[in-house]
C-alpha cells in the first residue's frame, strides 16, 4: 500500500484535495476528506516536492495523537514517503495495518499473531526483498520446517494456509481463524479478516500446523 507506489487513485484524489483520511474494508480503501476518524486506517497529505521528506512538528504531533500512518506525496505519485507513529508497530492491531513489505505484510502479520495469541515466536530478522517469489526464491516452503511447521490435509484454527497469490511459488500466508475466515494481508492492500472465498481456495499451495500448537504448548 504504502512501501512502493501510492495507488494512482489516491493521486487523483490529492490533486483535488490536500488531504485524504482512509477507511478500509475487507482490505480495500476508501478516501474521505471529512470522516470520522474512529474508523480511519491513514492519513495521506498533499506537499510540495521539497516538503515530502518531513513532517512538520503539527503534523507529527496529530499522527502521534490519532496513532495512524500519514503519507506524504508530492507532484507525483511515485513521490512520496511513509510515517509511522511512536511505538505503532509494539501496539498495531491484526487488521487495518497498511502494507509495506518488510515491515507490514504477510509474513509478519503471521509472526505477529503467533507470538501474541499463541506464543510461539518466529524469526524477525527473515531477509526478503520485494518480488522475492519471482526471482528463484522460495521463503515459505524452505523456512516452515525448520520453523516447527509441518503440511496437514485438513484446517483447524491458527492454521497457517500458503496461496500462490500471484506466482508459481508459495508467496503468500494466511491464518485461518476458523468459520472459513482467514486473516491476511495482501499487497496493496490493509491487512483484514476475510471469508476463505472460492477465490482464496483455488490459490491455496499447502496448509501447514505448528508442531507446538498440537503438542498443546
Known sequence: MFGHKVPAEVFEYLEKNSRAIVTQEKGKMTLHQNSSLEHAVAVFLKKEDDEVFSLTEDEREEMNNLKLPFVTVGSNKDYSESFIPNRFFEDTKFDGRPFIHGIFDCYTL?????????GIYLPTNIQRTWEWWLNGENLYLDSAKTYNFHEVNDIKPN????????????????IYIGCDTILHHVSGRFSTYEELSHFYKHKIAVI????????GN
Do not use: F
Open 159 to 174: 492454521d497457517i494456509i500458503l496461496m500462490k497469490l500471484t506466482s508459481d511459488v508459495p508467496n503468500h500466508a494466511a
Open 208 to 215: 501447514y500446523r505448528n508442531t507446538n500448537i498440537q503438542n
Open 110 to 118: 503471521v509472526k505477529d499473531y503467533y507470538r501474541k495469541m499463541l
